[in-house]
Every structure is written in structure tokens, then in C-alpha cells.
């Protein structure tokens, strides 16, 4: 082997894979199994210890996965990862492995509608607070930190608004309150942006979108970035203090800059159990083989969308980093240069009753709930995702009465605008 360093598309394909020992299967096995033989019993206190790696059980490992969790780790440029059920478990991990009662996550205000839930409502039963800061304002994250912040949470490029948000700035200022800075990077997956390379501690991935790309496999991962030092205090306990389950073992001394990576195996995902089925670690790992080619696809699809809806005399605003006068356009020129991303929101003439119409007309679109399928997909929050809302909680959360978001697919880019077009005219 040379000593060159592959490229993105390379590892990609092959980052994490070999040919089945046993077999020589060129493309990764499904190891559809839940537990896993031990060689005797020194085998098996060793692997329980901690003193070895193996497999024992699929709920804490399996060999389908630990190729998917090698390969995102090497394309996000981390030290280890670890793959589970979601996007939302991977989150709920990664704040288990830093948080205790008591203590808060500053998170940015503009963020995936599921994770604003969690964050708000579900984690409060943990004693987990949560403090809100805009990503366009630095100074607003500064403000909300207290002595109980554990982590700071943003999304690279911000869902469903295209808000790209200033991680270097951010990450400085984490690094100066020694905070873990954890960033969800689903929607512009590591091939538009690499959060560590802008100084992220952590990033998660929800692989059910762009990762996997299909649209029929559910997953998510956490990538340790391995840069944070757990144990210049002790306001990480899980990480810094001996664990008495496995003998007094010290998580961060033991395994060094992937000590966060295991800490959300062998405690999190351990006792938690969200495991992802290794058949749908075979499916996003099918889907990531061609991560390079879809997302420039998506992104040059979504930017010749975007600039004919904003020509349109039905359509009264485009909200995408891609476009030139947009608000975040310099940002993304930063970030994520190759691309915005394939999901926007433009506002329709004629408000609520015009953007229901829309998604009713559409016949290429589908209109579901999701993003980062192949197919292009259409929504309409105001009255599905975001309907329980006032108006003026709708506007804030940039789901006012005429805002329609779109998450642009593989398909012709001229069969997508025919539709949108036949779709508005309709109206
Ligand atoms: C979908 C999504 C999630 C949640 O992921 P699931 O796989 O649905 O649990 C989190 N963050 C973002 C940005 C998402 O788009």
C-alpha cells in the first residue's frame, strides 16, 4: 500500500471495509446475530472488563456497524464514533455521556423541530436544562453559559431556513469557557463541512437523511472528535471519575481522545439500548458509498431550484445560503463551499391557504415529513410539522402561514421545476 492519503470519495467507499476473512464477501456482510462466541472464559472477563475489543452483544457492538462507525469517523476527520437507532438517540447519547441533574446545554434557537422537542420537553425529566442563544448573534451564547453549562449545541447548516451558523467563532468560545461544542451536522453531512476542522468537539449525525440517502433506513452516529480534555476538572464525571462497574476503571485515562466515543458505548448505549439493527447499518453504509456523488447533485439541483422560485411572481422570498444576496451566502462560502445544501423554504403568495394548495398540486414532490430522501420532498409546516404552534410561535420558528419547505432531489432538474411550476400555477 502507498503512503497516500486517500480522498473523500475513496474513503467513502472504502474506509473501515475489507473482504470477509472468512469468506472473502467484497461488500460488507450483514451480521444479523445478537451475541457473538466466546473464545473461553478469559475471552469473555476480558471483553466485559474492557481489557479487550470484541464483539459480545449487538446491543453494545456488531461488526456490520463498527465498518459504518470507522467510516463516518475517517470523513469527518475524527478518532472514533459510534453508531445507534437515530439522530435522535445519537443526541440523547451524547448529552448522557457529559450531563447530570442540574446542569444545561446552551443550544442555538434555529434547529430541527424534533431536537427543539427534545431539548425543551423530554430532557427536563432528566434535570437537564436547556438555554436558548441565536446563532446569528455570538453574543447571546456568551450570555446564556453559567457555571452548569456542559455543552453548547448548533446545527453547521440549521434546518428548515438554510441558516448557516459561524461554528470557528463559536467553537472559540467554548474552547475559552471549556465547554464541549457539539455540532449536528445531518444537513450538510462531511462532504459539504467538517465541524472538527472548525474546532468541534463532538459532531452527530441523524444518517436517516443525506448519510443514508434513500429514505428507508432509520440511524444516527456520534463522531468523537478527540480534542476535549475530560479531566482537566472534574465537571465530567462519567469521563474523569473511576467507573464501578468496570473496576474502578478511569474512562479518559483509559482510552485517551476516543474516551468520549466509548463513554456513549459501553454506558450510554449499554444501559440506554438504542441499538441500530446491523441490516440498517448495511443500508446507510450502501448509501454513504455514493455520499460525494448525491450531495453535489442535490446541492447543484437545489441552487437552480432556488434561483427560479425566486424569479417566480408566485413566490415572494427564497430563504437559501446558496443564493448570492442571501443573508448567510458569505457564511456558506466559508463553511461549505461546494454547496448549501438541498433543503430551503421560500414564502407563497397568498399565505396559509396558497402554500396548502402547493403541496396538494405537486405530483414529482412527495409530500411527507422528511428530508435527504433521493425523491424531492415538499412540506408545509404551518399546517402539519408546526400546526399546534400560535401564529406568532409559527413565525419565530420560520414556520409562518406561507412558508412551504423543500428538500430537492436526485431527479431531472427540469421535471422539478415543471412540477413546482405546474403546482403554483395551478393555484
Ligand atoms: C432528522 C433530524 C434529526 C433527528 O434524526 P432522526 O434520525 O429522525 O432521529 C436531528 N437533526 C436533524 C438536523 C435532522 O434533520
Known sequence: MSERVPGFSTLAIHAGAQPDPSTGARATPIYQTT??????????ASLFGLQAFG?????????????????????????????????????????HAVMQPGDNIVAANKLYGGSINQLNHSFKNFGWE???????????????????????????????????????????????????????????????????????DIVVH???????????????????????????????????????????????????????AIACRVLGLRDLGPAISPFNAFMILTGLETLP???????????????????????????????????HHSLQQKYMPKGAGAVFTFGVQGGYDAGVRLV?????????????????????????????????????AGAGPDVVRVSIGLEDVEDIIADLDQALAND
Not at 446491543?59 to 467510516?71: D, F, K, S
Not at 453574543?139 to 456542559?150: G, L, R, V, W, Y
Open 55 to 95: 464483539n459480545i452483544y449487538t446491543r453494545i457492538g456488531n461488526p456490520t456497524t463498527a465498518v459504518l462507525e470507522e467510516r463516518v469517523a475517517a470523513l469527518e476527520g475524527g478518532t472514533a464514533a459510534l453508531a445507534v437507532a437515530s439522530g435522535h438517540s445519537a443526541q440523547l447519547l451524547a448529552f
Open 293 to 327: 456523488l448525491r450531495m453535489q447533485r442535490h446541492c447543484d439541483n437545489a441552487k437552480k431550484v432556488a434561483l427560479h422560485l425566486a424569479g417566480h411572481d408566485k413566490v415572494s422570498w427564497v430563504s437559501y445560503a446558496g443564493l448570492p444576496d442571501d443573508k
Open 130 to 200: 436547556v438555554k436558548w442563544a441565536d446563532p446569528d448573534d455570538l453574543n447571546s451564547f456568551e450570555a446564556a453559559i453559567d457555571e452548569n453549562t456542559k455543552a453548547i449545541f448548533i446545527e453547521s447548516l440549521a434546518n428548515p431556513g438554510g441558516i448557516v451558523t459561524d461554528m470557528s467563532s463559536i467553537s472559540a468560545l467554548a474552547k475559552a469557557k471549556r465547554i464541549p461544542l457539539i455540532v449536528d451536522n445531518t444537513m450538510a453531512t462531511p462532504y459539504l463541512c467538517r465541524p472538527i476542522e472548525h474546532g468541534a
Open 360 to 396: 396538494s398540486n405537486t405530483d414529482l414532490f412527495s409530500h411527507l415529513a422528511n428530508i435527504g430522501d433521493t425523491r424531492s420532498l415538499i412540506i408545509h409546516p404551518a399546517s402539519t410539522t408546526h400546526r399546534q404552534l400560535s401564529d406568532d410561535q409559527k413565525t419565530v
Open 206 to 260: 441523524s444518517l436517516t437523511k443525506f448519510i443514508g440517502g434513500h429514505g428507508n433506513s432509520m440511524g444516527g452516529i456520534i463522531v468523537d472528535g478527540g480534542s476535549f480534555d475530560w479531566s482537566a476538572d472534574d465537571r465530567f464525571p462519567m469521563l474523569s471519575q473511576p467507573r464501578p462497574e468496570y473496576q474502578g476503571i478511569v474512562l479518559h485515562e483509559t482510552f485517551g481522545n476516543f474516551a468520549f
Open 35 to 44: 451475541s457473538f462466541v466466546f473464545d473461553d472464559v478469559d475471552h469473555a
